[in-house]
């Protein structure tokens, strides 16, 4: 009986080896996971493209400092540490702006979506863009340049697309106005109704017009193309 319950004991003890290596591996493989997705604090980057040296400098708290001796050089430098800093951030911001929050989070999120798509804020960027001067363009595509390359450069996406099952999409020009647009709902999304309110009866709607425009914004209705 010894001698028979010897392999057994055996494989009982690799069963459970194997089963604590799998334990250990877990938080190993998700701490690798997560550090290949944190931005790069330290070294060189091999770029091409810059016209000189750019060093990027960051303080006890990480803050970087970009110093460059061209500006199209700093915005580019500039993208890619945003990047690597806080995309997700960023693809959140350009997506509050344009209504396209459902893309990543689902159905949940159309009733926000259909109310921020009035505004059409991609459209009109990318108009923007077409009333801007070259330079100014050419250096906001530098800055697109080094955000995309930036995010490239992490060894893995940013950990929160994983926990939405999704992937990052590449920014574009009119992303960054969409940024700054974004805030304008910070500051006055609870006044649109007021806003197309007073408007509509300016514009001799009447007040049937302004309680109408006002159910479209708090999605009490929406049009059929929408």
């Known amino acids: 009986?010894?001698?028979?319950?010897?392999?057994?004991?055996?494989?009982?003890?690799?069963?459970?080896?194997g089963i604590l290596a799998v334990v250990l591996l877990i938080p190993v493989g998700l701490w690798i996971y997560l550090r290949g997705s944190l931005a790069q604090q330290s070294g060189t980057v091999n770029v091409v493209g810059l016209s000189a040296q750019v060093t990027?400098?960051?303080?006890?708290?990480?803050?970087?400092?970009?110093?460059a001796q061209h500006q199209t050089d700093a915005a580019y430098t500039l993208g890619f540490v945003h990047a690597q800093d806080r995309f997700f951030e960023m693809?959140?911001?350009?997506?509050?702006?344009?209504?396209?929050?459902?893309?990543?989070f689902g159905a949940s999120a159309l009733p926000l979506d259909r109310r921020t798509r009035l505004h059409r804020f991609r459209a009109?960027?990318?108009?923007?863009?077409?009333?801007?001067?070259?330079?100014?363009?050419?250096?906001?595509?530098?800055?697109?340049?080094?955000?995309?390359?930036?995010?490239?450069?992490?060894?893995?996406?940013?950990?929160?697309?994983?926990?939405?099952?999704?992937?990052?999409?590449?920014?574009?020009?009119?992303?960054s106005l969409l940024v700054v647009w974004a805030m304008y709902f910070d500051l006055q999304g609870n006044l649109q109704p007021r806003e197309i309110g007073l408007a509509e009866l300016d514009g001799g709607g009447g007040a049937a017009g302004a309680e109408a425009e006002c159910n479209i914004l708090q999605g009490r209705e929406v049009a059929a193309d929408q």
């Open 91 to 104: 693809d959140l911001l350009r997506r509050v702006a344009a209504g396209e929050l459902a893309a990543l």
């Open 56 to 67: 990027v400098e960051r303080d006890a708290m990480g803050i970087p400092t970009v110093r």
């Open 124 to 175: 009109r960027a990318k108009a923007a863009l077409l009333a801007n001067p070259a330079e100014d363009v050419a250096l906001l595509r530098r800055y697109v340049q080094g955000v995309n390359d930036g995010l490239h450069a992490l060894s893995s996406r940013p950990f929160e697309y994983s926990l939405l099952r999704s992937d990052p999409v590449p920014w574009q020009l009119e992303d």
């Open 1 to 17: 009986m010894a001698s028979s319950s010897r392999p057994l004991g055996r494989r009982i003890a690799r069963i459970l080896l």
